[in-house]
């Protein structure tokens, strides 16, 4: 389950130097008034600290540079934790947002980050090293990065699972398995 990060404690709060930053898509939008075309700009990006978290945001202005600085300054308000297994996610996952189908299937080590676009960025954000992706139906950026963010928390940790059955982690994956989730 996605949480959000608590806003009031600084200490959770890194430079902006330390977080990974990508910007997806810059659009150039129109709006028409009395005498012709007012152009803006709309920036949709993404922001991770490598370990877990992840945030993204979409920032409007008359010019780029503003429009990112505040996509970016939003994102980085709007993070979330997700649990991961190693260096992978702990199961496969599905969801869907709008047109935008995401499937999330864990991968072994070494496998690296088989996706594209948008999935891509927000597995590098996130921290993901090993994950195989694919992306069903629209491939809007925007659509495409709610559908990940919905899939990864649908997500829940080894602990989470077995505190919600009333087990132990040993009960759940035996005396052999190495969990650290």
Not at 5 to 33: C, G, H, P, S, W
Not at 59 to 74: E, F, H, P, Q, Y
């Amino acid at each position: 389950m996605a949480v959000p990060v608590e806003r009031n404690n600084q200490k959770n709060f890194k430079n902006a130097d330390e977080y990974f930053e990508t910007v997806l898509n810059v659009r150039r939008v129109a709006k028409v008034i009395k005498g012709g075309r007012r152009f803006a700009f709309s920036a949709l990006v993404v922001v991770g600290d490598r370990s877990g978290r992840v945030g993204f945001a979409l920032g409007k202005s008359r010019d780029v540079s503003s429009a990112i600085s505040k996509a970016l300054k939003k994102a980085r308000k709007t993070m979330f934790t997700f649990p991961m297994h190693k260096t992978t996610l702990p199961f496969t996952v599905q969801a869907k947002h709008s047109a935008s189908k995401v499937l999330l299937r864990r991968a072994s080590k070494g496998t690296g980050i088989i996706a594209g676009g948008a999935v891509r960025a927000v597995m590098e954000a996130l921290g993901v090293k090993d994950i195989l992706t694919k992306t069903l139906g629209s491939h809007n950026p925007h659509n495409v990065v709610q559908a990940t963010i919905k899939a990864l928390s649908m997500l829940r940790s080894g602990k989470e699972i077995a505190a919600m059955r009333g087990k132990t982690l040993k009960d759940l994956f035996g005396e052999n398995e190495d969990v650290t989730a």
